[in-house]
């Protein structure tokens, strides 16, 4: 019997497959045994589609059920699961097919067209729709097939999955992740934040990226627990089944919006065990309000694209407001200099990490992925940080200028690099600004060929049609200059400060 990912989730399945795994909001179950058998059908259609261990699967579909049981059928086939968020169009589609060529693209019944004419240009074999509703050719193709297939045996240095993170440079990089990074991490998590069967997680998030997908779902599948699976955040879904609920993940935004209503109390949440906030930097005052008003305090963790969870605050000991918490068992953290010399405690500067969640470097870019590691294997996060005396991990700013949009990356180079473009711009300049609801919002700067020669809506129309909309700016400015230091760097920090108060209450 293989090791596989696969394998070691479905052992960890309840023994009574009946067990409800997902319930919907309109009350539909999903048992245990129906994961099983359907992502068996799926793995049997995607190789009957000629698709090899290793080829990629390319999945740009709504949340649903069968867009997770598709996701086991990728990984029991032996294939490497590459999901994409919604959000992103045609260009982007396009640099994903020919960066990663997947054997297959999964897409929306409504982008069919269009993701056919990209995939044909790329050279993508297939295509196959999934909606929302479990309806495309995807589900009727696999209703076709048998329910039972034995899973491809993997080592665990074998890829379970690439995701994509947005380049500094404005060419996304596919982060490789493998079998072993996606096991290691799911079962740490499992256990340290005391998973069992008696759990029903609350999940509102997305499951194209680590956080809704890797880190919940498979906590709830080694746990044999529940959970409520939400097309979206929606508050009053939400407000509707915590008291069924014991457990919630989510990033800041969720809290925040929780937090706006008189309705959310300690009553609400009286069956809660565990609140877990992340992808974004939790405020002080989100933290403080939210204990005031439930009486919990929320466990914030740190982890990013290339290493899944790395440090969390502990389910049983003191939570530490603006920090994410020591190091997990399995991973080891630092804060090094420039030069890559280990800083003491407390002394601030570039966070890296080590362990078996760790990726194994950035798909086809090896020059990239040397970059990022020391040569005793401690992979450069690009966040700064310091450790505390008790080991705790205080996250103090982010280097190459990365904005957290409603927990998700934007890197500005890549709206940079498409505003200079634009007729009318002599220079660009893109930064986040703190949000009262997305953590923080994209706002960008430009300096003008011209006096009126661009509007603030022309600018952010002509970049909705190109990009995924949380990387779109909330607003845009303009200006005869951007500051600069002696060097002649843009100092964003300084038009940080200028901003600052522009989405305060």
């Known amino acids: 019997m293989t ?37 068996a059908q799926i793995a049997g259609l995607l190789t009957s589609l000629g698709a090899q261990k290793g080829d990629r699967v390319a999945v740009q579909v709504d949340k649903s059920p069968e867009a997770l049981f598709l ?57 196959l729709t999934l909606g929302m509703e479990g309806e495309g050719s995807l589900i009727d193709g696999a209703n076709a097939q048998s329910d039972t297939f034995d899973p491809v045996s ?11 993170t947005s380049g500094t440079t404005g060419k996304p990089k596919g982060a490789m992740m493998t079998q072993m990074n996606l096991w290691s991490n799911a079962a740490t998590l499992e256990n340290l934040w005391g998973f069992s069967g008696d759990d029903t997680l609350l999940h ?42 014991t457990v919630m993940m989510g990033v800041p935004t969720f809290y925040v919006r929780l937090l706006s209503g008189d309705d959310f109390t300690a009553d609400v949440t009286k069956n809660m065990r565990l609140f877990i906030s ?49 190091a997990l068992p399995d991973v080891d953290v630092r804060v090094c200099d420039a030069d890559g010399n280990v800083l003491e405690t407390d002394e601030i500067g570039v966070l890296e990490a080590r362990g078996p969640n760790v990726f194994a470097g950035y798909w086809q870019m090896p020059e990239k992925t040397a970059e990022e590691f020391r040569e005793d294997g401690f992979f450069v996060t690009g966040d700064i940080a310091k450790i505390d005396a008790k080991g705790y991990v205080h996250i103090v700013g982010r280097a190459k200028d990365l904005v957290i949009s409603g927990g998700f990356n934007v890197y500005p180079k890549e709206i ?28 960008a700067v430009i300096v003008p060929a011209a ?47 200028e901003y600052k108060a522009l989405f305060a209450n």
């Open 204 to 245: 509102a998030l997305p499951i194209f990226h680590t956080h809704g997908l890797f880190i919940a779902c498979h906590c709830v599948m080694l746990s044999g627990s529940k959970m409520f699976f939400l097309p979206k955040f929606d508050r009053d879904q939400v407000m509707a089944l915590l008291s069924r609920s």
């Open 416 to 443: 940079e690099t498409l505003i200079d473009k634009m007729e009318g711009v002599v220079e660009s300049a893109v930064i986040g600004v703190q949000h009262p609801d997305f953590g923080e919002a994209v706002v």
């Open 71 to 127: 996701y086991l059928g990728c990984i029991r086939a032996g294939l490497v699961y590459l999901p994409l968020n919604t959000a992103y169009q045609a260009g982007e589609l396009a640099y994903f097919m020919d960066n990663a060529s997947p054997v297959i693209f999964v897409c929306q019944p409504h982008r069919q067209d269009e993701v056919t004419a990209i995939a044909s240009e790329q050279g993508v074999k297939h295509v």
């Open 154 to 164: 993997c080592a665990d240095d074998d890829l379970a999955a690439i995701l994509y």
């Open 278 to 326: 992340g992808s974004a930097p939790l405020l002080p005052e989100t933290f403080t309000a939210f204990k005031e008003r439930t009486g919990k305090a929320l466990l914030e963790r740190y982890g990013m694209t290339e290493m899944g969870m790395a440090t969390s605050n502990p389910l049983d000991g003191e939570r530490i407001v603006h920090t994410v918490g020591p």
């Open 3 to 39: 090791n596989s990912l696969f394998t070691r989730i479905r052992d960890r399945f309840p023994t009574e497959l009946s067990s409800v795994l997902i319930e919907t909001p309109t009350g539909k179950t999903y048992s245990y045994g129906h994961a099983d058998a359907a992502s």
């Open 451 to 497: 006096k009126d020669a661009l509007s603030e809506d022309g600018v952010i129309s002509a970049i909705k049609s190109q990009l995924a909309n949380f990387k779109v700016p909330k607003r845009v400015f303009f200006k005869d200059d951007l500051p600069r230091n002696a060097m002649g760097k843009v100092q964003k920090n300084v038009l940080r400060d």
